[in-house]
């Protein structure tokens, strides 16, 4: 069975999401195509759904965490991933975010960091670095953005990655490696939305592989200083929602 | 004569009256009386002031009655607060003797309410066996020390009068909610998630206690409806169940389970109120909500039920309705229904089986079918692409003029379906007196006082079971030879005569009630008298 799909990518030309795709492609081949099952939220990142030959629910906007969730409580044989934006995930629905974590529902989130809302033209999101010119802030956020990774720590989420779309195969032995966890496991891809914010060469000046641990979280705070380090930064064992059910 | 008796027992909140009161119908139920059982408490944990009304009828009984013919008053306010409604030599048991006995015995202040049974069953002739192996049932702590306090409280107290036994059957007692609950179980419900609201909390406490289904408690209300559309996306029939603020809540996931065609089924149980509003105390605000909820053009089913073999008989048949047309559906009840106690004979449901994909060719989840309904196939076995977005048959979201009518037409046809499907349920009941040219009409949890009253001043009565799709062809059937149509609801706006004229139905008179208390029959009865 073909993984493409002949649907029209609509994506602008030289989007992160592509080389996502590219990923995300050899990820689900490796596993195997009828086990997973997609969930997307709204947004320019939800459009995979339709790129990949693979079962889908489009749920609602900031709501794919539930949705998977619940898929996965119906049949726990399913490999559950859902794709959302840090606008999906930080801002609309941050609250199922924080909980599927804490639950350590089994299913794996991919959250599309592009630190903006895109597929609406560009508004800050809670990612969005302190002074983002976006259209509804002309004269630059004034808010702080929130580190992610520390937020899944918090919340006790059991896998807890980064990557850098641009980086395919890293990002595919990332999603790999995540689905295989059993238990809730996060990447945060790094994305670049060469329409409304291109961040091409501060990622690809700012970015390392690292040898990562818990503590290298902390190495970036979501601002211009330092380097960036991809990796995984947290992996636990400990029992499911599902199992416990 | 007539065998109709009224009890009321309160006390604050933790002096045990509820559970008393059920102990009280329960026995009624084994002399063989149909039982009823009203409970108004209020939103605090101790204290303040709680009661239940009893009511045992050799006639159908489903509601209480205005006034009561024994008062047994746990705390002193139980006598302040309802000694006007008490009848003609009825009788009132104050709660000290029963607590004086509790401390002779050095029991627990909580078997206060089990002392206060005895003294009541002994003034109304209830044989000590009787008594003490319904005690046995239904008490769980302490059964030795209860029993004791029982016997002395019921060997010191005088007989009054002997009730007489009845020739009926003895069913089992339920609350609508447990009702709502069995019927969902026995049309193959899978997973039931929620977030507590009154007063549908308790459906999601039963079927945890239960424990044939897979029961959760989510993040909130948003949460929980999304959840469920994935596990029913997944096969699995799934409900929730939350009141008006939860409901809102969920709106825009109802739109969603019906353009991505996933079976829901969602219980509002209605509380008094706008907002937050009165919390532990019943209305019928959010029919024209419900039928309008969930933004775009949609059609679901609505269905509300007007006693506990209806609650039953709809919960499951609006599970099976879910699966056969692939649509969000919504049992609309209310406060009174979901916590009044009622005696339960339904007719049994079945689960019904959806319609399924023949594993013949590529699938499409949205397949252009004459009935506009596409069979059904799960993922994990072939691929299976359901979104919120507008879609082609295969599920991948489109923005294509031609197929977006398609789409629309197709999911029309469906909703033609679902109406067509009226013909075959039950969706309007008349009682009383058919040849009436005055007719009641009601729907929910208003059923009971309504056919009361009105029966008595030989009236028709007709009730809406179904409000969406509307049952045009067989109310028009029902109002055959009416000319004068008066609507009785617990709201202030009249949402059901809106509903009516909409439906080229006229109202004459309405009947409003907004108290966030129940209709009772006698001051029913005087309203409509005046009409
Ligand atoms: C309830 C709701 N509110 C708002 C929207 C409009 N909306 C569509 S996409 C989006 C934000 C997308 O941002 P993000 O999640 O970061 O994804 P991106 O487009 O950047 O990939 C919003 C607000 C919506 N679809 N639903
Ligand atoms: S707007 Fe940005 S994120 Fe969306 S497709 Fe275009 S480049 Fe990609």
Redesign the pocket.
Same mark, same amino acid.
């Given at each position: 069975m073909k993984i493409e799909t002949n649907y029209p990518n !609509?994506?602008?030309p030289?989007?992160?999401?592509f080389a996502i795709l590219e990923a995300m492609k050899k990820a689900i081949q490796e596993i195997g195509q009828e086990k997973v099952v997609l969930v997307a939220d709204i947004?320019?990142?939800s459009?995979i759904v339709d790129y990949l030959n693979v079962s889908s629910l489009g749920s609602l906007h900031g709501r794919p965490i539930p949705s998977a969730s619940g898929i996965k409580i119906a049949n726990p044989e399913l490999k559950v991933v859902v794709f959302t934006g840090d606008g999906g995930s930080l801002n609309e629905g941050i609250s199922h975010l924080i909980h599927a974590a804490k639950k350590n529902t089994d299913i794996t989130v991919i959250m599309?960091n592009?630190r903006l809302f895109?597929?609406t !033209?560009?508004q800050y999101t809670a990612s969005s670095p302190k002074g983002f010119k976006g259209k509804s802030t002309p004269d630059g956020s004034i808010e702080e953005p929130l580190n992610t990774l520390e937020l899944m720590m918090a919340a006790k989420a059991s896998f807890i990655g980064r990557t850098y779309s641009s980086k395919i195969d890293y990002t595919k032995k990332m999603i790999i490696e995540a689905i295989n966890h059993k238990g809730f496991s996060f990447i945060e891809v790094l994305?670049?939305?060469?329409? *409304? *914010?291109n961040t091409f060469q501060f990622y690809n000046e700012k970015v390392y592989e690292a040898d990562a641990n818990e503590k290298l979280i902390k190495e970036w705070n979501y601002d211009e200083k330092g380097r960036i380090p991809l990796g995984v930064f947290h992996k636990e064992e400990r029992p499911t929602y599902e199992d416990e059910i | 004569m007539k065998k109709d008796y009224s009890i009321l027992i309160g006390g604050e909140a933790g002096q045990g009256s509820r559970k008393a009161g059920l102990i009280i119908a329960k026995i009624f139920n084994r002399m063989g009386y149909n039982v009823f059982i009203h409970d108004d408490y209020q939103s605090l944990i101790k204290g303040g002031h709680s009661f239940s009304q009893i009511r045992a009828s050799d006639e159908e009984c489903l509601t209480h009655r205005k006034k009561v013919d024994f008062i047994l008053a746990l705390d002193k306010k139980t006598i302040e607060k309802h000694k006007a409604i008490l009848n003609k030599g009825g009788i009132i048991i104050s709660g000290e003797r029963p607590y004086e006995i509790v401390k002779e015995l050095n029991g627990g202040r909580i078997m206060g309410n089990i002392a206060m049974i005895a003294i009541f069953s002994k003034h109304i002739g209830i044989d000590w066996k009787i008594l003490s192996s319904i005690l046995k049932k239904e008490i769980s702590r302490d059964i030795e020390k209860n029993l004791e306090i029982a016997k002395k409280a019921y060997n010191e107290t005088k007989e009054l009068f002997k009730i007489e036994k009845i020739k009926n059957k003895v069913s089992p007692l339920v609350t609508g909610n447990e009702a709502i609950a069995l019927g969902a179980i026995d049309a193959g419900l899978d997973i039931y998630s929620a977030y507590p609201m009154t007063p549908a909390t308790s459906i999601l406490h039963y079927l945890a206690e239960k424990r044939k289904t897979i029961t959760t408690q989510v993040e909130n209300e948003i949460a929980v409806i999304n959840s469920i559309i994935g596990s029913a996306y997944a096969g699995k029939r799934s409900m929730t169940g939350t009141s008006g603020g939860g409901f809102a809540l969920m709106t825009e996931a109802i739109s969603f389970a019906s353009i991505a065609e996933i079976p829901i089924l969602v219980v509002n149980s209605q509380r008094a109120g706008p907002a937050s509003g009165v919390p532990t105390y019943s209305a019928q605000g959010d029919l024209l909500f419900s039928l309008n909820s969930g933004h775009g053009d949609i059609v679901r089913f609505v269905a509300s039920p007007g006693d506990a073999n209806e609650a039953y008989y709809l919960s499951g048949t609006l599970l099976n309705l879910a699966w056969k047309y692939q649509t969000p559906t919504i049992l609309l009840t209310d406060k009174e229904l979901s916590e009044s106690t009622y005696k339960f004979y339904p007719k049994k449901i079945k689960k019904e089986k959806e319609l399924l994909w023949d594993n013949k060719g590529e699938y499409e989840r949205y397949a252009q079918t004459e009935n506009g309904i596409s069979p059904m196939a799960y993922p994990g076995k072939t691929i299976v692409k359901a979104t919120s977005y507008e879609h082609d048959r295969k599920g991948y979201t489109t923005e294509d003029a031609e197929t977006i009518i398609a789409m629309q037409d197709k999911r029309l046809r469906k909703f033609k379906e679902m109406e067509k499907a009226l013909d075959e349920l039950e969706t309007v009941k008349v009682y009383g007196n058919k040849k009436s040219k005055k007719a009641v009409i009601c729907w929910g949890s208003t059923k009971g006082a309504v056919k009361e009253a009105s029966l008595k001043l030989g009236l028709k009565v007709i009730q809406i079971l179904f409000l969406q799709p509307f049952p045009i062809k067989e109310l028009k059937k029902a109002l055959k030879g009416v000319d004068k149509l008066v609507s009785v609801e617990c709201n202030s706006t009249g949402q059901l005569s809106v509903l009516l004229s909409q439906n080229g139905i006229k109202v004459d008179k309405q009947i409003l009630k907004y108290d966030a208390r129940p209709l009772n029959p006698e001051d029913l009865e005087l309203k409509l008298k005046k009409i």
């Open positions: !609509t994506w602008c030289g989007c992160g999401n947004g320019c990142n459009k599309h592009n895109a597929l !033209t560009g994305q670049p939305c060469p329409s *409304f *914010f | -």
